[in-house]
């Protein structure tokens, strides 16, 4: 069974700084799906990025990028820049090929402040 | 993009009773759609794998018979809590799955059912 843990309940940063979300999983599958998604006090699911772990090139999304090391099964997001509509509640996300169910992080409470 | 809704958005109902709540997509055809659970502050819990024309798939602890799903359409899938009880209120979201089969899913705006 796979496992996603993000290991930052909370963060908060001052608006314009860069910030850093953890998450690492576990998993035997060597090919596989990585996804960070948003939900922002409106609870609808946004899809921030995603990356294919075949992949060796980190994925960027504007102000958005990961930093994707499959040895360590370490998958973090960056944010730059950060702006106030950035607050929201963070999720990491995994999916191995040919599944069609996504495993969860337990999320991060991420706070831009003014 | 593809575009999933709920219906309704939030609802109230009496202990005893049953509640349905739809999720459509509203461009696209979704042979397999998923729904989830969320607790206040808390991830998302996979329920249940609907898929068109069969039988829904749970998860393991989910009472089958409790969250009656039917997927009857390729763009609509249906939950229904039967004989509600407090404890069930929660934040229902529904997903499709990427109509080209790629690994992404299209999330619904979420229900919020509160049992009394």
């Known amino acids: 069974a796979q496992t996603v843990t993000q290991s930052q309940p909370e963060m908060s940063v001052q608006e314009a700084e860069t910030v850093t979300l953890s998450c690492t999983y576990d998993?035997?599958?060597?090919?596989?799906?990585l996804f960070w998604y948003k939900q922002p006090p409106s609870r609808q699911m946004i899809l921030v990025i995603r990356?294919?772990?075949?992949?060796?090139q980190n994925a960027t999304e504007n102000r958005f990028s990961v930093n994707f090391q499959k040895a360590a099964k370490s998958f973090s997001l960056k944010i730059s820049d950060s702006q106030l509509g950035d607050t929201a509640m963070y999720f990491c996300?995994?999916?191995?090929?040919?599944?069609?169910?996504?495993?969860f992080g337990t999320g991060t409470r991420l706070t831009i402040i003014p | 993009g593809a575009v999933v809704s709920q219906h309704p958005s939030w609802v109230i109902c009496k202990s005893g009773t049953s509640v349905k709540i739809e999720c459509r997509s509203l461009?696209?055809?979704?042979?397999?759609m998923f729904w989830y659970r969320q607790f206040p502050k808390q991830s998302l819990m996979l329920m249940a794998t609907?898929?068109?024309?069969?039988?829904?798939?749970?998860e393991q602890g989910v009472e089958k018979d409790k969250f009656l799903i039917n997927h009857a359409s390729l763009t609509l899938s249906t939950l229904t809590v039967t004989s509600a009880h407090p404890e069930d209120s929660s934040f229902y979201i529904c997903?499709?799955?990427?109509?080209?089969?790629?690994?992404?899913?299209?999330f619904g705006p979420g229900t919020r059912l509160t049992v009394t």
């Open positions: 997903s499709a799955r990427d109509p080209g089969g790629g690994p992404k899913q299209y």
């Open positions: 998993t035997s599958e060597n090919n596989y799906y």
């Open positions: 990356q294919e772990a075949y992949k060796q």
């Open positions: 996300a995994f999916i191995p090929f040919g599944n069609e169910k996504l495993t």
């Open positions: 461009d696209f055809q979704a042979t397999t």
């Open positions: 609907s898929n068109e024309g069969s039988k829904a798939t749970y």
